[in-house]
């Protein structure tokens, strides 16, 4: 984005900058298909397919051959997958009705319940409906998380401020040279803003950058729907009307890359496990590109038939309701697993109880760590005594946060959550 603003900027006195501009463009994708022939075979692909000796190879490649290194990450590999059958078991048992049962009639009644349970395949079937929709089912409250981020990723005016500067600028009163010189300005703040984020938000967590994000978004949207009315109002001078223009403008993009540009793909990769991620990443990718071709195609006709000033005000209204979907569903996702995230929105969403399995395999994960499953036999005892282990290391599941608070309550030997 950055270098088509400034191809921009030097062609702007061209009369057919245009066709300069897309014939530019040719070299990228070209560039871009050579170097991918050059790329090693996903690591945790391999390793799902049980290519140990593959992937071990393609660990050599990206450490570098560094052997120590790529025996480590084939160790967590290992690990993840382990952790990925407990939380199948955990899924199997909260849609298997006979989980609560006596172990010797949950032995016998096994062959009915793995036939109605989900498939825990390494990936999930295309041409299995029931498995799809039990899927869905099971991770709803991630999936409508994601999925209205991804609306207000393209609806609060983000991306509309990065595609139509120019003609922001040109109605707030800007010439040409002028409008390419900042539109150059915007692209380099885009560019530094997202070094920012991806530098720091590891460090200081999703929810932060993404309510910072959304809080600075705001304001500038508001600065914008303020200028460009008094503007329109005659009530402010031009060149001042101008400078705030532009100022709004900046935030608007600094905000954008601090909260959506690179945190939507970071919790879209956190929320859900990988046997169902890539599926999920092209439903979302599909979703998005409708998003951007509604917003994109109203943007031009809204502000031609309303004006900047009301165009603003309903991309304002958009930023408000996000920032309150954002303080009261949306989660931590740093340092927890899918299963952890699943279970808190669906008490945050649908005030539901996590499945038993969920508690049994992480412990209480409040701090306690007390493994109350191990009294069940079978699958739930070896999830209950990794979870008594691993309670501490994976944080609270249900801990104190922004919003709803939650606190785990004991019966009789089981967990439930209760919204208080």
């Known amino acids: 984005m950055f270098l088509a603003y400034v191809v921009y ?94 172990p010797n009639q949950q032995h016998s009644a096994s062959p009915q319940a793995s036939a109605s349970a989900p498939k825990q395949s390494q990936s999930l079937p295309l041409g299995d409906c029931n498995a799809v929709l039990a899927t869905a089912s099971y991770w709803r409250a991630p999936m409508v998380i994601i999925f209205v981020l991804i609306f207000f990723t393209f609806f609060t005016g983000g991306i509309n401020v990065r595609i139509y500067a120019p003609t922001i600028f040109r109605m707030a009163g800007m010439g040409t040279r002028q ?27 999703r929810r932060v950058f993404f309510t910072a994000g959304l809080g600075l978004m705001t304001i500038s949207c508001l600065l914008i729907v303020l200028t460009t009315a008094a503007l329109a109002g005659g009530s402010i001078h031009e060149h001042l009307a101008q400078g705030l223009v532009v100022l709004g403008c900046l935030g608007y993009t600094m905000a954008y890359q601090l909260s959506f540009g690179p945190g939507i793909f970071v919790l879209g990769s956190e929320m859900f496990p990988p046997r169902i991620r890539g599926r999920l990443l092209g439903a979302q990718t599909f979703f ?105 290391k994976d944080g609270s599941i249900l801990g104190r946060q922004r919003g709803p608070k939650f606190e785990m309550v004991e019966r009789n030997d089981s967990m439930s959550t209760e919204m208080v």
């Open 179 to 205: 409008r390419a010189i900042m539109t150059v300005v915007l692209g380099l703040v885009k560019v530094c803003s997202t070094g920012l984020a991806v530098w720091r938000i590891d460090e200081m967590g």
């Open 288 to 392: 998005g590109a409708i998003c951007l071709a509604t917003t994109s195609e109203l943007f031009p006709a809204l502000v031609e038939h309303m004006g900047l000033a009301a165009t603003f005000s309903i991309h304002l209204v958009c930023c408000l309701c996000c920032l309150a979907f954002l303080f009261f569903a949306v989660v931590e996702t740093k340092g927890h697993s899918p299963e952890t995230i699943r279970t808190r929105l669906e008490v945050v969403l649908f005030s539901s109880k996590p499945c038993r399995g969920a508690g049994h395999a992480y412990g209480h994960e409040a701090g306690a760590g007390s493994g109350t499953g191990g009294s069940t036999e079978g699958p739930a005892n070896a999830a209950g005594s990794r979870g008594q282990a691993g309670g501490k």
């Open 9 to 102: 900027l030097a062609l702007a006195s061209e009369d057919h900058a245009w066709r300069i501009m897309f014939y530019s463009g040719i070299a990228f994708p070209i560039f871009q298909s050579v170097a991918v022939t050059t790329l090693p075979e996903s690591p945790k692909w391999l390793h799902s397919r049980q290519r140990r000796s593959d992937a071990l190879q393609a660990l050599l490649r990206v450490h570098g051959g560094n052997q120590d290194a790529a025996n480590r990450a084939l160790k967590e590999l290992d690990e993840f997958e382990e952790q990925e059958r407990q939380e199948g078991l955990c899924q199997q048992q909260d849609e298997d009705p006979t989980h609560h049962q006596h």
